[in-house]
């Protein structure tokens, strides 16, 4: 086993275990189970114990891990928190056997390594909070950063199905690594390895279909559907929460997938797109920020230098990218 082979098996293994216990925590939603972030956006037990277990699996799988993760423990430490401390516990043990909360709260921590170096992972728990809270989608999204390039990313999507027809399996997970394609997993399987997944192949941009957040906060959709119009889509959008957008595009079921910033001053951070952003690549498809440049990993916990993304199939990258720039120029004005 070489090791790329390695932090595959590891990063699948430790994603898995995170989506099982996101599902328990899904199924089970309690008030206490939830917590107000600094920007007001509702996270979650499931947050806390998916960072605790993927830390942990990662650190025992290959030691020396650096882990850049969107959570850390503070809140949790605090007297007021000690009932949802204890949740976060209880669910961690279910995955990984009887643990001490201070140990649970010490694996949270190992995510809060400085997005620098040459070598880290970068974590999202839990993207797509809101439709996690819904009881919709949402993904657990780990990827591997090397000297600012994203070489390794796995989605899990715990409510997307796995496959197609009768023998399709609830919940789905997507890898990919530079240079040898993408493929989905099924939640439950075991192994590394899943079945390849490509882009749809289309001539024109007429016959694409938008995939865009539920959540009309997280991108201009006015002006996506000003997009669509001027590339003469005529079907509706394929709406779905979280990186579980790039799972679509990477299999097929939507072909261009627009996220235009809201706020001049907004940037992206990392763990929202490095996965499924090498998915996306490495299905055939294309992904930029919305000025056509290459997404810059290489910035610290933000995409500093980007603004936006387009991901598509492919072969209409430029002619979506020549639109979006003259329907944001208009919008200037």
């Given at each position: 086993m070489t090791e790329r082979d390695a932090e595959l098996a590891a990063a699948v293994d430790a994603v898995r275990a995170a989506s099982r216990v996101c599902i328990a925590v899904q199924r089970k939603l309690v008030g206490v189970e939830t917590l107000e972030k600094h920007d007001k956006s509702p996270v979650t037990v499931a947050d806390f114990a998916s960072q605790a277990i993927v830390c942990r699996m990662l650190a025992a799988a290959l030691p020396g891990t650096r882990v850049v993760g969107e959570e850390d423990s503070a809140a949790l430490r605090a007297p007021d928190q000690a009932p949802l401390a204890a949740a976060v516990a209880e669910r961690v043990g279910e995955q990984v056997g009887e643990t001490e909360l201070e140990q649970v709260l010490d694996w949270i921590d190992l995510g809060g390594a400085d997005a620098s170096g040459d070598r880290y992972w970068t974590l999202d728990p839990?993207?797509?909070?809101?439709?996690?809270?819904?009881?919709?989608?949402?993904?657990?999204?780990?990827?591997?950063?090397?000297?600012?390039?994203?070489?390794?990313?796995?989605?899990?999507?715990?409510?997307?199905?796995?496959?197609?027809?009768?023998?399709?399996?609830?919940?789905?997970?997507?890898?990919?690594?530079?240079?040898?394609?993408?493929?989905?997993?099924?939640?439950?399987?075991?192994?590394?390895?899943?079945?390849?997944?490509?882009?749809?192949?289309?001539?024109?941009?007429?016959?694409?279909?938008?995939?865009?957040?539920?959540?009309?906060?997280?991108?201009?959709?006015?002006?996506?559907?000003?997009?669509?119009?001027?590339?003469?889509?005529?079907?509706?959008?394929?709406?779905?929460?979280?990186?579980?957008?790039?799972?679509?595009?990477?299999?097929?079921?939507?072909?261009?997938?627009?996220?235009?910033?809201?706020?001049?001053?907004?940037r992206e951070k990392i763990w929202d797109h490095a996965a499924g952003k090498l998915v996306v690549e490495c299905a055939g498809g294309r992904v930029t920020d919305a000025e056509g440049r290459a997404l810059d990993f290489a910035q610290g916990r933000t995409l500093e230098h980007n603004r936006g993304v387009v991901a598509t199939c492919g072969p209409i990258h430029d002619e979506v990218l020549e639109v979006v720039a003259r329907v944001r120029a208009a919008s200037a004005r």
């Open positions: 839990i993207d797509g909070t809101k439709g996690f809270l819904r009881g919709e989608q949402y993904a657990v999204a780990l990827a591997l950063i090397e000297q600012g390039q994203v070489v390794l990313g796995v989605l899990g999507c715990p409510n997307l199905m796995a496959g197609g027809g009768a023998e399709a399996a609830a919940g789905a997970v997507f890898s990919a690594v530079e240079g040898r394609g993408a493929e989905v997993l099924a939640l439950e399987g075991v192994g590394p390895r899943g079945q390849p997944i490509q882009v749809t192949r289309l001539s024109s941009p007429a016959e694409a279909r938008f995939c865009e957040s539920v959540e009309s906060g997280h991108s201009n959709q006015d002006e996506s559907a000003r997009i669509a119009e001027q590339l003469g889509i005529t079907r509706g959008p394929y709406r779905i929460d979280s990186q579980c957008k790039y799972a679509a595009i990477a299999r097929g079921d939507a072909q261009i997938y627009l996220r235009m910033p809201t706020r001049k001053d907004y």
